[in-house]
């Protein structure tokens, strides 16, 4: 069933089709959330909080977008409130999945380096302007269309496109010498 088919019927009253958008984007909201929050357990309540709130504005979907993005609208803006009163900044996601090569067998020393590493791109990440870590953790770890964080984020396809460039580019200058060849 297609989400505007399910949107519809939860408004007509069929709450267990909630259930189905809950599944379906569960993962993909949480792993935003996760990317602002940088913290597991509070990614965990908002990402609730979010589904809650859709449910809740769901009347309000007016469908001009899609409901994905609709709702990585709310998850973002739930994300960066949460940051304001904890008055805590910080993004990334848990980077193993993404910079981890997995090996059989690792040395002590293999981990260490490796979870050094992961921190030291999680540290380059947060020193990223907002805008830039959203555009970035959105296009390259979310795997979202420049079309669908412009729309997300509330600006041109083009802006989304110089984001995430700029982000590279700050990036590779914070980063630069950590991850050569010896």
């Not at 809740?56 to 998850?75: P, V």
């Not at 994300?79 to 805590?88: A, H, N, V």
């Not at 420049?146 to 802006?159: F, K, M, N």
């Amino acid at each position: 069933m297609q989400d505007a088919e399910l949107i519809q019927n939860v408004l007509s009253g069929n709450q267990k089709d909630y259930e189905q958008l809950v599944k379906k984007y569960q993962t993909n909201v949480f792993r935003t959330v996760i990317g602002i929050l940088h913290n597991k357990e509070d990614a965990e309540e908002i990402t609730q909080d979010v589904f809650i709130k859709a449910y809740q504005s769901l009347s309000s979907f007016s469908g001009k977008s899609a409901f994905s993005t609709w709702l990585y609208r709310i998850a973002i803006n739930a994300s960066i409130s949460y940051l304001r009163k904890k008055k805590r900044r910080g993004l990334w996601v848990e980077l193993t999945g993404f910079f981890q090569i997995q090996a059989k067998e690792k040395s002590a020393e293999a981990e260490l380096t490796e979870k050094s590493g992961q921190h030291l791109v999680r540290q380059a990440i947060d020193g990223l302007p907002d805008k830039q870590k959203l555009a970035f953790v959105l296009t390259k770890y979310e795997e979202l269309s420049q079309r669908q964080v412009a729309e997300i984020l509330q600006i041109t396809e083009g802006a989304v496109e110089q984001l995430v460039v700029r982000a590279k580019v700050n990036l590779r200058k914070k980063l630069a010498g950590v991850f050569r060849e010896p």
